[in-house]
């Protein structure tokens, strides 16, 4: 049940990913590299984490309006 609740926030976070919607990808990749840190889905959320908190960044820094909702947790 575990892995596939894991494979259901995966595939979450892709959609958010996918549609750009950033701040939930984040949330949703989270998710993942906590239910199961060493897998390869946790790795690849790893690294989609980390460029997404930078498109998010860069983001809030061209609109100030942006800027008041917080960074998701990575």
Known sequence: LRGRQNQGSFNIARYYDRTGEPVS??????????ANPESENAKFAARRIEL????IAEERANN???AKVPLPFS
Do not use: Q
């Open 25 to 34: 990808a984040v949330i949703y990749y989270n998710e993942v590299i906590e």
């Open 52 to 55: 997404l908190n930078r498109i």
């Open 64 to 66: 100030p309006d942006k």
